[in-house]
């Protein structure tokens, strides 16, 4: 049953545990787990294990915490849903290219999401850590005709099996802490008017 997703009801039963180097952590409720990952305590290159798990397993790897199954627990409005901090501005599914820079590293990658204040990015770099100030250029592009600069702070990374190269394997969010005008403007635009849906493919 590894991997399988259960009822939200029969998950947040279950007591799951944390691995952090060679120590346990728990038990812990689903809930205590959601809002872990919420917080940036926990990410999707640790290791869990609840009783209908074989093994650990990266909580990236299960479909207990994958997007979807998130993304569903807060639309029905399940009794888990309280474990979910509400986000402070609108998200829309987004990709477009950008540069990064980290006063060391020059890297590519390009946009999963975006909001007014924050960004899901996949960049081509696995060793930037939470908390590290990023340097991005949105570039421009059929969906963003004029590039902008945004000064951004690592807030969680994911593990991911989509990759840019053999290099990268790793999803940021990221929260912008400056952004030009420019930028500002066009984060509105994407995000209370938006690109389509066919645009954004």
């Known amino acids: 049953m590894s991997g ?3 009822s939200a009801t029969a998950v947040n039963a279950q007591q799951w ?3 952090r180097g060679e ?11 959601i809002t872990m990952i919420q917080n940036g305590e926990l990410f999707d290159y640790n290791y869990v294990w609840a009783p209908h798990l074989e093994n650990w397993s990266l909580v990236g790897e299960l479909q207990d915490f994958s997007r979807d199954r998130l993304c ?3 639309e029905t409005k399940d009794h888990i849903a309280g474990a979910f901090k509400d986000r402070k501005a609108a998200r829309v599914d987004l ?3 950008v540069y990064a820079h980290n006063d060391y590293n020059f890297f590519d990658g390009h946009t999963l999401s975006v909001s007014e204040n924050g960004a899901l990015v996949l960049l081509n770099d696995p060793l930037l850590l939470p908390s590290q100030k990023i340097l991005m250029h949105f570039r421009e592009s059929e969906l963003n005709p004029l590039g902008f600069n945004v000064l ?3 807030v969680r990374k994911n593990y991911s099996k989509q990759r840019l ?3 990268s394997g790793l999803h940021y969010a990221v929260r912008f802490l400056q952004v030009q005008d420019l930028g500002k403007t066009q984060f509105i635009n994407w995000t209370r008017g938006g ?7």
């Open 152 to 154: 951004a702070e690592i």
């Open 4 to 6: 399988g997703v259960q």
């Open 17 to 19: 545990y944390v691995l």
């Open 195 to 201: 690109a389509s849906k066919e645009e954004t493919k």
């Open 72 to 74: 569903r627990l807060i």
């Open 165 to 167: 190269n053999v290099k």
């Open 23 to 33: 120590m346990k952590y728990g038990p812990y409720e689903y809930r205590s787990l």
């Open 95 to 97: 990709i477009t290219p």
